[in-house]
């Protein structure tokens, strides 16, 4: 069953991923997915992580997130004045993040509060190659 | 004065001269060739690995073959047109040079039926769309040398096999149009696919960066919904600071307890009895009903809904069950 935790707060990506990494390495927790909470009002405003614990948690491959670049974002892609103008945005999210897919899964993609700033992120599990498919 | 008079075996010398110069190729002045075609004879041969300088060299020879075609349907094409007029003009002077009728009537015919032969090869046309396929090739080269101006000898990268598909699309460019038809929109765009700075970096099988994609977890990536920020009330925002300090002050028992609890689990000695072991912990702890005898039923209900004395009371009936 997932519960939900507050997180600290976090002032950058590596920061976050850490508090990520604590719940599975100290606490038996594993991570499901991350996101921001707010109540509108911009100082208060934290993240929360959706565990299930796990007391292997922590013999699982680490935890990374990374900050998606400004125009691949899917805030930037709703508000794109055209179908070809949202596409170009999501091919720009798919080569920010086709690297690291290679050595890596996503397990959620979300916006969350680094340093109470609202940025989009990719949090992603390391794993082993993929299995390529089809012609590059 | 007959046309004979004008030295057969160097007329014909210069005729050859003209028609062979279709043969040889510029492909000397090509860059990549100048640079690195091994010798015909060489010894050490080896079966090529697909990499960047092979992509280079291919598109170097394709460029360079089309080359020799473009030469030869121009110097047809000039030929030809230089043929009509000299074959005109000796018509034109006929009367002065004392031509026959005879002669002069295969002059004029000559001069007149050229266009008509120019217009069955094509010669213009087949000259222009080699050199437009010619020009994509060594294009891509350039574009390709503007990222990378050390293409491995044993790494493939996405900028080669971009190379690779715009030399394979000019062909299909140029195969299209000399059978009379248009290329397609899609031809088109391979012909013309951008390379990139990314792309120029040695990348494992199945990591596409300036291509479709090879690896099925990047379109269930781009496919994936963005969670949104959750707007909450503010006593709901305040009960979640608590609940944040709360967190930092049961931190130091949770990691004592999650320490034993692993121990515990991961005992080889107990790894057949380990339900019967929790389910002993549970009645010391007086606990029986309340969780299941598992392990991450007990740590959800000691990180979630203990109470201060029942975090303590299992933690040291825990401890006890450990092996020394």
Known sequence: ?136 | MKLAILNKPRLICVTLSFALAACTTSDKYSFLHYGRTPAANATDLETPVLSDQLALLYASNVATILRSRFTGARITREISSSLQVILAGLAGAGAALSFGETTLAVLGLGSAGIPEFQGIFNAKGRAECYQDAVRLIEEAQIEYLAHNQQPSPSVLTQNAVTLFQRVTASLHVVEKTLTGHLPSVDDMQKATERMSKRGATPTAPGVALNNLTANPRVQAAADREVREVETVSRAKYEELQEQIKAEQTRRGGNLNFVEAMRQLDRDPALQHKKTAVYAAILAEANLTGTVEPDANSMLKFFQVTANDDQRTELTDVVKKHLHP
Do not use: C
């Open chain 1, 1 to 136: 069953m997932p519960t939900p935790f507050p997180l600290a707060p976090a002032s950058d990506a590596d920061s976050l991923a850490g508090l990520l990494n604590d719940q599975e390495l100290s606490l038996g927790r594993q991570v499901l997915s991350v996101g921001g909470i707010t109540t509108g009002n911009t100082a208060e405003r934290i993240n929360s992580v959706t565990i299930e614990f796990n007391i292997d948690a922590d013999k699982l491959k680490r935890l990374s997130v990374a900050v998606v670049p400004e125009g691949a974002t899917q805030a930037e892609a709703t508000a794109a004045g055209s179908p070809e103008a949202a596409q170009n945005i999501k091919r720009a999210f798919s080569t920010f993040i086709a690297p690291m897919l290679h050595t890596a899964e996503l397990l959620d993609r979300s916006e969350v509060f680094l340093k109470s700033d609202k940025v989009e992120i990719v949090l992603l599990r390391e794993t082993g190659p993929v299995a390529a498919t089809g012609n590059v």
